[in-house]
């Protein structure tokens, strides 16, 4: 059984080879390990948007940044997908 920082780890791993279907699965893992990782929220929220899932990336930031609230990136991230969140689509 892998602990919640390996599934982080792991999650990075598939990021830097660009599977980022197999990181989320690895970030979602992590948080069923540990639910107030906060990393593992805020990475997960970076695959979500990567891959054109606004609401659950927003979702993900947000919940980064309730657990680190002083996290810059974190407040960045989820202030960025927030604006494109409430823009809507592209036309």
Do not use: K
Request: glycine share 6%; hydrophobic share 50%; with cysteine.
């Amino acid at each position: 059984m892998h602990d919640s920082l390996t599934w982080l780890s792991a999650g990075a791993r598939f990021i830097h080879h660009g599977n980022l279907l197999a990181a989320e699965v690895s970030f979602r893992r992590a948080i069923d390990q540990d639910p107030c990782l906060a990393e593992a929220w805020y990475n997960l929220g970076w695959v979500l948007d990567e891959i054109g899932r606004l609401a659950e990336a927003l979702a993900a930031f947000q919940r980064a940044t309730a657990l680190a609230p002083t996290w810059e990136d974190a407040q960045h991230n989820l202030a960025l997908v927030r604006r494109r969140v409430r823009a809507g689509p592209p036309p």
